[in-house]
């Protein structure tokens, strides 16, 4: 076990904590499969913005997480890709 997992796993312990990172679990799944598209592709975060009519500016603060996108965003990059969004509450 890396030492990263080691912490958080002491770090989930700990309730407040717990709470936040569950809260952040979804925002964090989303960014990552962004970014896994994005690299799939070896599209460059200024290649993705403008293949959906935005800025590098905005792709960078989505793949950092300061930025919470919505559905639109998502449905957005499917298109783009010819995908589709799946959602499923379990």
């Known amino acids: 076990m890396s030492d990263f997992r080691k912490h958080l796993n002491e770090k989930l ?3 407040e904590f717990k709470k936040e990172w569950d809260n952040l679990e979804l925002r964090y799944a989303v960014i990552k499969q962004l970014i896994k598209i994005r690299n799939s592709y070896n599209l460059s975060q ?4 403008e293949k959906l009519n935005t800025t590098q500016a905005v792709i960078s603060r989505i793949e950092n997480g300061t930025v919470n996108i919505g559905i639109d965003f998502i449905d957005k ?7 589709r969004v799946e959602i499923n509450l379990v």
């Not at 990059?77 to 995908?83: D, I, W």
């Open 13 to 15: 312990q700990d309730e």
């Open 77 to 83: 990059l499917a298109k783009a890709f010819n995908k």
């Open 46 to 49: 200024a290649q993705l913005a």
